[in-house]
Structures are given as structure tokens and as C-alpha cells.
């Protein structure tokens, strides 16, 4: 007959006679049933301390990042800051960060629509700039948090990581030791995509966002990502973007419409704030500024959707005219329509897209265009030619 030690690995031993679990077994039950039950009591244990326990308060969240009272960055959660190459995605990152750690002073730059906490401690990483930029970067957050005004060469609250010249499990290693010797409520990883050496490989993209997950909520903390999307699109690149969109508390998207940025809430599991556009000054400090007017803040699709068609119009036809006029794949204007739909944008009713609150647009059916009665023909069929 096998012994409890040859039916249980040496892990499983060792637990078990730490929690002193064989000297309880019933002496009337054979080696493969106390085997079993070891095995059950194991499973318990592990799976413990991830049961959602109901009768616990439930905490409540903790906001510390916030737009317009509405929590974008909370603790133990991650964010993703995406849009095209000189989108001003840094831009945005250090107005909000350092908007939320600023002294409550009206003189200061910042963005009045962030809320402030001055108790914020913050780790900022750079993977790709030169440090004469990540110098400015350190600069722009000190002014505009009110330590400058204070005196200060650079902020007290701000942790500066320059990890440019370093492989990417290098770069990993040195924000998990960072992050081991000091706690920060926020971490930016300004280029996250550096910390991996392919963004469309599956599962080393899936396992890098894994790690973050898992890094936010055992240090408490909050983890901010920023990285590019595919030229043209909203779509963050690769599918470690795909899967920070799927991932993360907040995806805010990024784009330039001459010389304004518009910041959208492409995806919130909170409330999402209201869009807003900034410009950056002469200074190099991002100032918030009016949105740009129609229709230049519109997104493309729902340009070509109003202009083209009175904003409706049947999907087949819809995702053909967006191949032909933005060179896209099938398989990517269907998912273009998708976010669309699924940001409230455009909705949809028995195979017909429309945009939704279009002037033009009456029960998901485009306004019929009105003639008079000059301008109307009957077909007689008497010496015509069919129209149709």
C-alpha cells in the first residue's frame, strides 16, 4: 500500500505537516482516502484567499486620479494612455499626474478639471528618451505641482527613472526593485512597449499585463501605461495594446487637431469624464483650452458617416466605403465600428449604423430629402427610358 508521502508531492507534505493535518486524519480511513482528503484541504487553502467574502464591508474606492469628480486612475488598478506619435501622450501623462499631486493654489498651470492630493507619491519611468528630455519632463511636473514656486529644484514627491539604454527585462527588474524599496500611489511607464521585446506576440504581451495586474494590486498602487496606436486609428498597437484595452480601469486616447490635443474616455469602467483639449505653451506647459469646433473634432468615421450618407446608412455599404476611402481591412473597419458602438458613439438596428443624437438622423433612418412639386417626375413608361 503507497504512503501518504509517495501520493503527495513534497510540497504538498511539507504544508500538510506544517499545518499539523496528518496527525488529524481518522485512523479507520486508508492512505488513498487521507491522501484525498489532504488534497481537498490543499485546494481549500489556495483557493481561500481569492473567495469574494460578502460579508465583509466592501472598501471603497480610492481615486487618485480624477476628471471632472469622475475617478479615472484608482489605487490598485492600471490605465493606458494611447495615441499616435506626437499626439502629446507624455504631454497629457505629466499635466495629469502632476495636476493631481499639486499644491490647491489657482496660480499654479495645471488642470483645474483634476482633482488634488498633495499626500500623491509618484514613480515615473522613461524607456526611450534621451535624458535631456526626460530633464524637461522632471521640470514640467516640478512646475506645475507648485514646488518650483516653493523653490525646489525638482519635485520631493517624484521618483525619476531614465531606463533607455537598458534590455527589456532590465528595465522590468529595475521598476520592481524600484517599487520594493519605497511605496508610490502612481506609476507611469512612459513606453511600456520597451518592456517587452515584441508587442504582437501574444503571449509574452498577455504575461507582461499579467504582471502588472498583479504588481498594482500587491503594492497598492496604480499603474499608468503609455504607448502608441496604429497610424491612423484608435487602435493601441500590437496586442499588448489590445490587451491593456481589455485590461485596464481606463483607456484614455490621445489625438492632435492642429495645434489643440483632444483627450477622449475611449474605454471607463467608472463614470467617464467629458472630453477636453489642451494646447501646450510657449514654456512647454500643457494649458488647458476649448475644444476645437465642428467639424474638426469628429472622429473620422463619423465624419464620413454624416457627410456621405446624412449620418445612416446600411453596415455593407458602410465598411466598403471605409476600405475604399481609408485603405482599411474588413476585419479592421468592422472594428472600428465596434468601439465606435461600444463608446455610445454609433449604434446600430437591424443592419443599419447610424450616429447617435445626429441632427440628421430620425429613428436610426436618415431624414428623407424634401421636393416640390416641380421637382417631382412620374414614370409613365410611354417613351421613357427606366430610371431605375
Not at 106 to 113: G, H, T
Not at 330 to 347: C, E, F, Q, V, Y
Amino acid at each position: 500500500m503507497l504512503s501518504i508521502s509517495q501520493l503527495l508531492s513534497q510540497d504538498e507534505v511539507t504544508s500538510v505537516k506544517t499545518l499539523n493535518n496528518i496527525s488529524a486524519l481518522s485512523p479507520q480511513c486508508s492512505v488513498e482516502q487521507q491522501a484525498k482528503m489532504l488534497e481537498y484541504e490543499l485546494i481549500e487553502e489556495r483557493l481561500q484567499p481569492y473567495i469574494v467574502d460578502m460579508t465583509k464591508p466592501l472598501p471603497d474606492i480610492e481615486p487618485l486620479i480624477s476628471i471632472d469628480g469622475n475617478p479615472v486612475c484608482t489605487r490598485g488598478n492600471i490605465s493606458a494612455i494611447c495615441g499616435e506619435a506626437k499626439s502629446r501622450k507624455t504631454f497629457l501623462t505629466t499635466a495629469l499626474v502632476a495636476s493631481a499631486m499639486a499644491i490647491p493654489c489657482n496660480k499654479l498651470d495645471n488642470f483645474s478639471n483634476v482633482s488634488k492630493d498633495m499626500n500623491i507619491n509618484v514613480l515615473w519611468v522613461d524607456t526611450e528618451q534621451g535624458e535631456q528630455h526626460v530633464r524637461r519632463v522632471i521640470n514640467r511636473i516640478t512646475h506645475m505641482t507648485g514646488a518650483a514656486m516653493g523653490g525646489a529644484i525638482v519635485e520631493p514627491r517624484l521618483t525619476t527613472l531614465a531606463l533607455r539604454e537598458l534590455a527589456p527585462h532590465e528595465r522590468k527588474n529595475i521598476i520592481y526593485d524600484a517599487m520594493a524599496l519605497r511605496h508610490y500611489d502612481i506609476v507611469v511607464i512612459d513606453g511600456v512597449a520597451d518592456l517587452q521585446r515584441n508587442t504582437n506576440d501574444l503571449e509574452e504581451s498577455d504575461a507582461l499585463v499579467d504582471e502588472l495586474m498583479k504588481l498594482s494590486t500587491q503594492a497598492q498602487t496604480h499603474i499608468i501605461s503609455v504607448l502608441h496606436t496604429n497610424p491612423g486609428s484608435d487602435k493601441a498597437r500590437g496586442h499588448l495594446g489590445s490587451s491593456l484595452q481589455r485590461k485596464c480601469e481606463a483607456v484614455l486616447f490621445v489625438h492632435r487637431v492642429g495645434e489643440c490635443t483632444i483627450v477622449e474616455p475611449q474605454f471607463c469602467r467608472n463614470e467617464p469624464f467629458e472630453r477636453f483639449a489642451f494646447t501646450v505653451s510657449e514654456e512647454g506647459i500643457p494649458r488647458l483650452t476649448e475644444l476645437p469646433t465642428e467639424p474638426d473634432n469628429r472622429n473620422d468615421v463619423v465624419a464620413l458617416l454624416e457627410d456621405a450618407y446624412g449620418g445612416s446608412i446600411e453596415r455593407t455599404t458602410l465598411i466598403n466605403k471605409l476600405m475604399e476611402v481609408k485603405g482599411l481591412k474588413k476585419t479592421t473597419a468592422h472594428m472600428r465600428l465596434k468601439r465606435l458602438m461600444d463608446r455610445g458613439i454609433l449604434s446600430e438596428s437591424n443592419g443599419i449604423v447610424s450616429v447617435v443624437n445626429s441632427p440628421n438622423v430620425v429613428n436610426n433612418s436618415c431624414v428623407a430629402p424634401q421636393f416640390t412639386d416641380s421637382q417631382i417626375h412620374v414614370f409613365t413608361g410611354e417613351g421613357e427610358d427606366c430610371p431605375f
